[in-house]
């Protein structure tokens, strides 16, 4: 296999610009965004093979982060706990994903509307989760371990994306601000969508 060669100063870089990367700091966002989105799917790839190598139950990577949460220190979880800890404001497909996961015997509501309602895991739930811990220290934490310097470098990612939530939150913030308060972002009206009003 014949070795590549770095370019030289006379021969043309890769051109990695696009519509969302036109400046060298709008293209390192943009990388990281992408690699977010590949991640994002992998990890919900990853998450969905787990629990199905435990469990005869199909759930989305998002279902399965809640039960996970909701098993989360063995306490049980308000709809506003579970919000706040997954950064969600979706709160009905929240209640569509836990009738899910309370119908598949892994979830159990307690409370009531004036005491508050609250969300625990089932004796079957806590065993799944267990499980699911089991294959995931097999198989992904043995795979990070195998890696030292990935395994260095993890407390450094996720304060980062740490960093990055917070700058996406304060952005989506005044985002909001602009379309409530002028109907326009830089002068120029939103674009109209066929179809809708």
Request: aromatic share 6%; proline share 6%; with cysteine.
């Amino acid at each position: 296999m014949p070795r590549r060669t770095p370019p030289t100063a006379d021969q043309p870089k890769l051109d990695r610009s696009w519509h969302l990367a036109r400046t060298p700091q709008e293209m390192e966002v943009a990388d990281i965004e992408y690699a977010l989105i590949r991640c994002f799917e992998a990890f919900g790839h990853w998450q969905a093979e787990c629990l199905a190598s435990v469990a005869d139950f199909a759930a989305s990577g998002p279902e399965n982060a809640l039960l996970h949460m909701i098993r989360m220190n063995d306490r049980p979880k308000s709809i506003r706990d579970l919000c706040h800890m997954a950064n969600r404001q979706d709160i009905p497909n929240i209640q569509y994903s836990l009738r899910k996961l309370i119908k598949g015997g892994l979830v159990v509501r307690s409370g009531s509307g004036r005491s508050g309602v609250t969300y625990g895991t089932t004796e079957l739930g806590r065993n799944v989760c267990d499980r699911y811990a089991d294959v995931r220290a097999e198989l992904l934490i043995g795979s990070v371990s195998r890696l030292p310097e990935l395994a260095r470098r993890l407390a450094e990612a996720t304060h980062a994306l740490d960093l990055m939530t917070g700058i996406y939150e304060q952005a989506a913030r005044e985002a909001a601000t602009h379309r409530s308060l002028l109907g326009s972002f830089g002068g120029q009206p939103p674009a109209k969508i066929p179809g809708r009003k």
